[in-house]
C-alpha cells in the first residue's frame, strides 16, 4: 500500500517570498505519478503541478516547481513570489501507474501574508 | 475546457429525506469520481466508474447509491443519511489510461452536505 505524508500542518508566508511545502511518500511500485492539488477556501480542488516517476527532470509550471527526489522519495514544492492568491490548502498526492486511486496526504495549509 | 459542474452547492437533509447530487463533465472523460472530505482532511475516495460501470466502492454505507446513467453524467443517491454525514462531497473525472494527460483528476466544486 502507498502512503503520503505531509508534515507540516500549517505554514506561512509573506507576499512576495518563496515557500517550499514538504512531501514524502512510500511505494514499492516503480512506475507512479506525483501531484499537488490546491483547495482554495472556495474549496474547488484545482491542480497545481504533475511529475510523472520516470522522468528525471523536475516539473514546473510559472512560479510552482517542484524537487523530486525518487530514491529519497520525496516531493516538495517550492512556490516562488509568493501571492495572496496562494492562500490555500496543498494536497500531495500519488497515483499509480494505470491505476485511478489518488492516494492523498494529510495537507498543508499555506497562508500568504500582505 | 476543464470543467467539472457539481449541483447543487449546499444541501440541507434530514435524516428521513432522499435527495440526490448531480455531477456533469463535457471532456469526454470516460472515468469519474465520488469523494467525501470532512474539514481540513483530505477528500476520501467513495466510488470510481469507469466506462459507466462501477469499479471501485470504497466500503461505502449503502445509504449511499452511485449511478452513472451516461458518459458526461454522474449522480449520488443519498436516503436515510446520519448527521455524521455531513460534509463536502467532491465528483471528479479522468480521461481514460489512452489518452493525453491522462491520470489527471479534474474535481468539481463540490456540495457542501447538512444532515440534521
Known amino acids: 500500500a502507498q502512503t503520503v505524508t505531509q508534515s507540516q500542518p500549517e505554514m506561512s508566508v509573506q507576499e512576495a517570498e518563496t515557500v517550499t511545502l514538504s512531501c514524502t511518500y512510500d511505494?514499492?511500485?516503480?512506475?507512479?505519478?506525483l501531484f499537488w492539488y490546491k483547495q482554495p477556501p472556495s474549496r474547488q480542488m484545482i491542480l497545481v503541478i504533475r511529475?510523472?516517476?520516470?522522468?528525471?527532470q523536475n516539473a514546473t509550471e510559472n512560479r510552482f516547481s517542484v524537487n523530486f527526489q525518487k530514491a529519497a522519495k520525496s516531493f516538495s514544492l517550492k512556490i516562488s513570489d509568493s501571492q495572496l492568491g496562494d492562500t490555500a490548502m496543498y494536497f500531495c498526492a500519488f497515483l499509480v501507474e494505470y491505476g485511478n486511486k489518488l492516494v492523498f496526504g494529510a495537507g498543508t495549509i499555506l497562508r500568504v501574508k500582505s | 475546457d476543464t470543467e467539472v459542474t457539481q449541483t447543487p452547492k449546499h444541501l440541507v437533509m434530514g435524516m428521513t429525506n432522499k435527495k440526490s447530487l448531480k455531477c456533469e463533465q463535457h471532456?469526454?472523460?470516460?472515468?469519474m469520481y465520488w469523494y467525501k472530505q470532512k474539514a481540513k482532511k483530505p477528500p476520501e475516495l467513495m466510488f470510481v466508474y469507469s466506462y459507466e460501470k462501477l469499479s471501485i466502492n470504497e466500503s461505502v454505507p449503502s445509504r449511499f447509491s452511485p449511478e452513472c446513467p451516461n458518459s458526461s453524467l454522474l449522480n449520488l443517491h443519498l436516503h436515510a443519511l446520519q448527521p455524521e454525514d455531513s460534509a463536502l462531497y467532491l465528483c471528479?473525472?479522468?480521461?481514460?489510461?489512452?489518452?493525453?494527460?491522462?491520470?489527471?483528476?479534474?474535481f468539481g466544486a463540490g456540495t457542501r452536505l447538512s444532515v440534521l
Open positions: 471532456m469526454g472523460h470516460r472515468a
Open positions: 511505494t514499492s511500485e516503480s512506475n507512479y505519478y
Open positions: 511529475q510523472e516517476a520516470y522522468k528525471q
Open positions: 471528479a473525472s479522468s480521461p481514460t489510461r489512452q489518452a493525453l494527460a491522462k491520470n489527471i483528476q479534474y
